[in-house]
Structures are given as structure tokens and as C-alpha cells.
């Protein structure tokens, strides 16, 4: 079997299976955690409480206006390159013919030299987080290997991803095969490290938000 | 067809079959261009071959659809290609030869003691070893056992097709007769591999011609194909590429897209894996090619492209699976089966951590969130 | 090559003095450029489709000169040609 069978075949097979587990392992995890008992008298209802939660999720999604001088660029710089990412993956036909076969079903895309454009741009801003990463002093010393790992992992499908639309630097059978490995790779990643913000960001604000509804704290 | 090699050259047995000198000058400069060698390597070759005997080619036929021979024999018109006919002596082939039985054997074992180390064996077909060889024999004689003695003998050996050189149809899932290419069973001798499914005539012609006039190997690739009609994939020669490159994909055969030219990427082509001259020289005189006729490229001349998944799925595509197909419900089971997995461990897991926090807790209102 | 490199190229070559067409197995036609010793040589099979296209820089394209080994039978059935044409009917 060549490299790009086995990328597209029982690399992926596994990565996909290894994805599912680990996802929904935490997931289970999480939610089956008890909470430390609040032997406060609710403010709210249940249904304000979540409520309360549901408002949070919104609010969070942008600094306070006290915190936007310190914040502020880099919120938009996460902003800018997960957009471009979602665009990518999303909206590139060879990935919404991949996507197709998984799910069954597709959607219409963009024309593939935009695409190209908003991946370069993508992977020169996440050149430029990965700067900030390692200059700001206060990043620096919060940074561990999970950080560093998932956007290398990433930054990985992005620049072999570009490489192989391009047809450069190998002959494109090996390119596109190192592509889907990486994507192998940052699915087997996914799951145990902070690329599960994907799918806590939502949930753990919401838990928060109604945390501090119940408080009668404004969320 | 001779029987044997014959007393005279090329270019003597040109004149008799009412070939002219400068024929045979403007067949080796045209084969030349194709293959972009020094223009100079036309008439060279055509004078070199021209005083010489005729080389003796021997051609075994295995485990084979006849395919391969009839792309090189059949055309529209006589093209110049078949010229190479008359410029080998073709001693044996069993499609072609008009002698049958001991005769035409014995005209093989002839030749080949006549020209011994000194003939060019072209195979075409897989070479099986199952039930010791008796999936294909010939004469009494297994295939293997056939190939082993011509092979003995050979200058070099030219795999023609994709049976003959990776193992082809018969060698894919689940092989049930054991088949393997020449490279399987020889490996004492120079072998170049024509693949294709058939190959193209001019790039067999063309291999043969600049084998027999310099009596060097051409430059090969890692599969073992001359470097010079494999080195570029369909794909970086192919003239609907603006289209891929813009994202404009047919989605349908026969839809709006296809019919203005669009890409085939979408329809499965496999163009940008496939390594062949298709969409330079094209096929039948420059007719045509697949793609251009609107069908996706299948990699006919890649190894195992019989199990690489559906010629309808596209590169981008999951692959896993009998023979790399998979489809939407597949995945489904597997997801289901690893979510299953999941939520055991997660069970497990939050089942650990609950004991690990604080244990004696009286029971209360707790929010819902968790 | 394109069209228009192509017409380009033929037009800065230009004409020369000899064109000569060769029958063999379809067309050939062999064209001195106006540079002298640059020749366009054009080959074309039974059914008129383009083989081959080359520029040669030589004396004379090989396609167009006769064998060297072929004059001196060339001499000899030529003068037995002529003895043949003298002879009374």
C-alpha cells in the first residue's frame, strides 16, 4: 500500500475512531462531574439560571470595554484566523467532497483562488500569534507544550495543505499524503489537549454563566 | 515475420518491404522528438539501426487480455509507428505469428539460442504462481518456468502493460490465481516497465527503438517507467487544469459544468496521481484522451489502481474499506461503535474523579448545569 | 509553444533561397531560413498530422541529401540507364 492509501485508508479510519472515543470520553467526563454544593438561596429560578447561562455565552464573546486596550488585538487576531480556518475547511471543494463522504452530504464552496488567498493569509496570522506566544512575557510564562503542540499540529495541515494545492516541493501524491496524515495527526491530538476548547467554549460558559445567575452576579 | 533473425539490416529488409531510406529517417526523427532527445538522435539512430542486422525481439504472452498487442497492431490507418515492425525481427508471438504448435516453439527456442544474450524480451501479462504455475501454462510448460528461460538470455526485458509490470488486473484483490509482475519473478536482468492499461503505442514504440538503436536502459523512475513519457502526471499536462485551478468542478457527468470543459475532479478523476503521456501525445493518432472525451483519468498506469477505491470517488475522498471504498453508513457504524467506547471511559472516568472529590457531601439542590 | 511564438519566430527567420519537399511516408517540407545553414524542417505522416518540427543548423538537412553509400551504385545504374536509352529500337 502507498503512502496516500494508507493516509486516506486505515490512518484515517483509526484517527476518525480515536476522535469519536476521546471526544465523547470528556465529554461524559465533564458532564458527569458533581458540582461543590451552593448552600446559598438561588436568586433566580432554574429558568433564569439558565438563562443566565445562555446571556454568557454571548457576553464572553468579547472583551469588557475596561480590559480591550490590553486584549483587544489579540481577541481580533484569534478571531481573524479561526474565520479563516472555518472558511477553508469548510468551504474548499476537494475538503467538501471529503466531508461528503463522511456525512453524506455537501454544500457549495468557494472559488478555490480565494480560498488560497484567505490560507495564506490564515497561516501568516498564525505566524503572528505564535510571535506574540513567545514575545508578550506574561503568555510566555503561561505556555506549555499542549499550547505550542496544537498550533504546530495545525499550523502542520495548513502549510502542507498549501503546499499541496500549490504542487510544490514534492511530487503531489506525497504532498497530498502528508496533508491527511497531518489531519490524522490533529484528530488523534484533538482530544486530549486544548483543541477540546472546540467543543468545551461553549458549554463551560454557559455552566459559568448560570453558576453566577444563580448568585445573582451579573454575567 | 521472420522465422529466426535475418541475414540482412533494418535497412535492407526496409528497401523489401518498399520502406525508403528517408522513411526510416523521418520514423526515428518524429520517435525522437517524443521522446525529446537531441534532435541530432534521429538520424543517428536510423543510420545506426540501418547497418545493422535486424535485433531479435521475443515477445511471451501471460496472463493478458491481448490489450497491450492490440494497441501497438491496431489503427486507424498505418501509422508510422508500425514501422517497428519492420525494423525488429519479431521471432515470436504467439498472436501475431502465422506457425503454431512444435513450429512456432521451436522457432522461439531457435532464436533465442541464435541471439543468445543478445535479444530483447518484451512480456505482456502477469506471471502466476499459484497451483505451481498451472493457472497459465503453454505448450505443457508453466508460465514461470517460461519466463525463467527466456529470461536467461535476454538483453533486457520490456514489460509491456501494467499486468506485465505491476501485476495488474489479476494481481488485485484477492488475486486468486497468486499472480505477480516480471519484477516479482526476475531480478538478475534490466527491466523496463511500459505500464498502462494498454500503454500508449508511441511509448512503446519509442522505448523499443531507443533500446535497440543505443542498447542503453533510458532514465527510469522509481517504478521503473522511462522517465521521459512518466515523468509528468496527467494532471501537470492536462488542458482543462485552469478549471481545477479556479474551483470550477463538473458535479455530474453530462451536467452544465461538463459540458463547458469543467474539471473532472469531482467525477473521481485520478490525474494529478497518475504518472503518463496521455495528455500530450493523446491516444489513437492524437485523437483524444479520457478527460478529454469527459470521463475522469482511472491511474491505469499506477501500481494496484484496480484497488484504489472507486475510479468515481475523488482523490479527497475517505478511503478505507474492501478494495478503499467507504460510505456515509460505515462511518456512521464507526462513529456509533466509538462513541459507545466513549461514553464507558467517560463513565469510568467521572466515576473516578466523583470518589477522588469530596466523599461525605449531604445531598442537596444543585444547579442543573452539571 | 504558442501560436503567436511560433509565427514570431518564422517571421524574424524569414525565407531563404531553397525549399524542397521530400515524399516519404507522407509530406516533409524543407525550408532554408534567411539565415544560411538554419533550415525548417516540417514532417508530416500519410494523413497530413504534424510529427515532428525542427530547426537544423547544418550543410543540408539529412532527410534531403542521398546516401553516401548509395552514389556509387547510383553512378553505375545511371550510366547503365544511358547505355540502354542509346540502343536502336
Known amino acids: 500500500m502507498d503512502l496516500l492509501g494508507f493516509a486516506r485508508g486505515p490512518a484515517l479510519k483509526v484517527a476518525l475512531a480515536i476522535f469519536c472515543v476521546g471526544v465523547v470520553w470528556r465529554f461524559v467526563g465533564f458532564a458527569l462531574l458533581r458540582l461543590r454544593r451552593d448552600l446559598n438561596k438561588p436568586r433566580v429560578s432554574l429558568l433564569g439560571s439558565w438563562a443566565g447561562g445562555l446571556v454568557t455565552v454571548g457576553s464572553r464573546s468579547w472583551p469588557h470595554p475596561e480590559f480591550i486596550g490590553r486584549t483587544g488585538a489579540g481577541e481580533a487576531l484569534g478571531y481573524s484566523y479561526h474565520i479563516g480556518l472555518f472558511i477553508v475547511v469548510l468551504l474548499f471543494e476537494p475538503h467538501i467532497v471529503f466531508l461528503g463522504s463522511l456525512f453524506g452530504f455537501t454544500w457549495p464552496g468557494l472559488p478555490s483562488s480565494l480560498i488560497t488567498l484567505i490560507s495564506v493569509l490564515t497561516l501568516t496570522l498564525f505566524l503572528a500569534v505564535l510571535f506574540r506566544r513567545v514575545t508578550n512575557p506574561v503568555l510566555r510564562m503561561l505556555s506549555n507544550f499542549d499550547d505550542y503542540f496544537s498550533w504546530f499540529i495545525t499550523a502542520l495541515v495548513l502549510v502542507t495543505g498549501l503546499a499541496a494545492t500549490a504542487h510544490i516541493g514534492a511530487p503531489y501524491e506525497k504532498l497530498l499524503a502528508w496533508h491527511i496524515l497531518s489531519v490524522d495527526g490533529l484528530l488523534v491530538w484533538f482530544p486530549f489537549g486544548k483543541l477540546m476548547h472546540a467543543f468545551y467554549i461553549f458549554p463551560s460558559r454557559a455552566v459559568n454563566g448560570a453558576l453566577l445567575a444563580r448568585k445573582g452576579a451579573v454575567s | ?284 493518432g492524437g485523437t483524444s484522451f479520457p478527460i478529454q472525451s469527459g470521463h475522469g483519468c482511472i491511474g491505469c498506469s499506477e501500481p494496484g489502481f484496480w484497488d484504489k477505491g472507486s475510479f468515481y470517488s475523488a482523490l479527497s475522498t475517505a478511503a478505507w474499506g474492501k478494495a478503499g471504498e467507504v460510505a456515509p453508513r460505515q462511518v456512521g457504524k464507526l462513529a456509533a461503535g466509538a462513541a459507545a467506547v466513549g461514553v464507558a471511559l467517560g463513565v469510568a472516568s467521572a466515576g473516578v474523579s466523583r470518589l477522588r472529590q469530596r466523599p461525605s457531601e449531604p445531598h442537596g439542590n444543585e444547579p442543573k448545569g452539571g | 509553444m504558442s501560436p503567436q511564438d511560433r509565427s514570431e519566430l518564422e517571421r524574424a527567420l524569414g525565407e531563404g533561397e531553397v525549399k524542397a519537399t521530400v515524399r516519404a511516408a507522407g509530406l516533409s517540407t524543407v525550408r532554408e531560413t534567411r539565415i544560411c545553414g538554419v533550415w525548417w524542417v516540417e514532417h508530416r505522416d500519410e494523413a497530413g498530422e504534424l510529427m515532428a518540427e525542427l530547426l537544423e543548423v547544418t550543410q543540408v538537412p539529412s532527410i534531403l541529401a542521398s546516401a553516401s553509400d548509395e552514389i556509387a551504385a547510383a553512378a553505375r545504374a545511371l550510366r547503365e540507364h544511358m547505355s540502354l536509352a542509346a540502343r536502336p529500337c
Request: hydrophobic share 35%; aromatic share 10%.
Open chain 2, 1 to 284: 515475420m521472420t522465422q529466426g533473425t535475418s541475414e540482412l539490416t533494418v535497412g535492407e529488409m526496409l528497401l523489401k518491404y518498399g520502406i525508403s531510406r528517408r522513411s526510416f529517417i523521418k520514423f526515428c526523427t518524429a520517435t525522437a522528438s517524443a521522446m525529446a532527445l537531441p534532435p541530432w538522435m534521429g538520424p543517428a539512430m536510423a543510420e545506426q539501426l540501418r547497418n545493422s542486422p535486424r535485433p531479435s525481439v521475443v515477445y511471451l504472452s501471460f496472463q493478458e487480455c491481448t490489450g497491450c498487442a492490440e494497441s501497438l497492431t491496431r489503427s486507424f490507418a498505418p501509422t508510422i509507428e508500425n514501422l517497428i515492425f519492420n525494423t525488429i525481427s519479431l521471432d515470436y508471438n504467439d498472436t501475431l505469428m502465422a506457425a503454431a504448435g512444435e513450429a512456432a516453439e521451436s522457432a522461439r527456442t531457435k532464436a533465442m539460442q541464435d541471439n543468445f544474450g543478445k535479444y530483447v524480451l518484451v512480456v505482456d501479462g502477469s506471471v502466476p504462481t499459484g497451483a505451481g504455475g498451472a493457472y497459465c501454462a503453454a505448450g505443457g510448460r508453466s508460465a514461470v518456468d517460461i519466463l525463467r528461460e527466456a529470461a536467461k538470455g535476454a538483453a533486457a526485458i520490456v514489460c509491456v502493460g501494467t499486468c506485465a509490470s505491476f501485476g495488474g488486473i489479476p494481481f488485485a484483490d484477492p488475486n486468486p490465481t497468486t499472480a505477480w509482475p516480471v519484477s516479482g519473478i526476475i531480478s538478475d536482468k534490466p527491466i523496463i516497465n511500459v505500464s498502462g492499461c494498454p500503454p500508449m503505442p508511441e511509448v512503446i514504440t519509442g522505448t523499443l527503438l531507443q533500446f535497440i538503436s543505443t542498447g542503453q536502459v533510458p532514465d527510469l523512475d522509481e517504478h521503473r517507467r522511462p522517465k521521459v513519457f512518466f515523468g509528468n502526471t496527467i494532471h501537470d499536462r492536462c488542458y482543462r487544469r485552469p478549471f481545477y485551478d479556479q474551483g470550477k468542478f463538473a458535479k455530474s457527468f453530462d451536467d452544465e459544468g461538463a459540458r463547458n470543459g469543467w474539471c473532472l475532479y469531482e467525477l473521481g478523476c485520478k490525474g494529478p496521481t497518475t504518472y503518463n503521456a496521455c495528455a500530450t501525445i493523446k491516444w489513437n
